[in-house]
């Protein structure tokens, strides 16, 4: 059996945890490099020195769950077209066709990422 795979991508406060976990609880595995940040009490503490080590797991996570033929969804901000790269590369080694979301909602944000890196990460973003 093909997984299926969709990777969603937006600036924070655009939908894309909310969407994820809609289609998670449809039976997709729902990863993110912010998982890495969420304490066990369920608090979230991001720390800028560990995003790399974040996104390693997360991608280490994708391949375990690919290789198993799960459906998979993906919710990370993707503001460069590179960020995607290891997701695309590893669904075409598995053969599959990942579908692209890109969120533009306002919702909550979430992880408390300020107006000023939200401005940051708008300024760098790079459309498909």
Request: glycine letters at 8%.
């Amino acid at each position: 059996m093909t997984s299926s795979v969709i990777l969603i991508r937006g600036l924070p406060g655009s939908g894309k945890s909310t969407l994820a976990k809609l289609l998670a609880s449809n039976g997709f595995i729902h990863l993110e490099a912010d998982d890495y940040f969420l304490l066990p009490d369920g608090s979230y503490k991001f720390d800028p020195a560990k995003l790399q080590e974040a996104h390693r797991i997360c991608q280490k996570s994708f391949v375990h769950f690919l290789g198993g033929g799960r459906n998979i969804v993906v919710s990370n901000t993707f503001t460069k077209k590179w960020e995607l790269q290891f997701y695309l590369d590893t669904c075409e080694v598995h053969g599959i066709r990942p579908q692209i979301i890109t969120c533009e909602g306002k919702f909550e944000n979430i992880h408390g990422v300020t107006e000023d890196k939200i401005a940051q990460m708008r300024a760098r973003w790079e459309p498909l």
